[in-house]
Nanobody, 114 residues
């Protein structure tokens, strides 16, 4: 059974940090690119960051320099380290695995507020 499970979300003050995790099972994780998306209230789901199977990374311009995507193939887990968080980063964050198939997690809420 294929699963992508995000965790690590929560409430944080502006300027704070969170690390999101995306734990995969049921498919060959190392053969898939991993992307993070987010969806703020009333907005479309938007791409945030991606890492390919060769550990190449890319970021949406508003998070570049603040967010870092990484993966640990031995643990079948991807991460999104988020620093210097801003209220506009508030959203549900989703993990997406892209390869011979396309899998999504259920999302984890991130709220940045004082």
């Amino acid at each position: 059974q294929v699963q992508l499970v995000e965790s690590g979300g929560g409430l944080v003050q502006p300027g704070g940090s969170l690390r999101l995790s995306c734990a995969a099972s049921g498919f060959t994780f190392s053969s898939y690119a991993i992307k993070w998306y987010r969806q703020a209230p009333g907005k479309e789901r938007a791409w945030v960051a991606g890492i390919n199977t060769s550990d190449g990374t890319a970021y949406e311009v508003s998070v570049k320099g603040r967010f870092t995507i990484s993966r640990d193939n031995a643990k079948n887990t991807a991460y999104l380290q988020m620093n210097s968080l801003k209220p506009e980063d508030t959203a549900v964050y989703y993990c997406n695995a892209v390869g011979s198939n396309n899998y999504w997690g259920q999302g984890t809420q991130v709220t940045v507020s004082s």
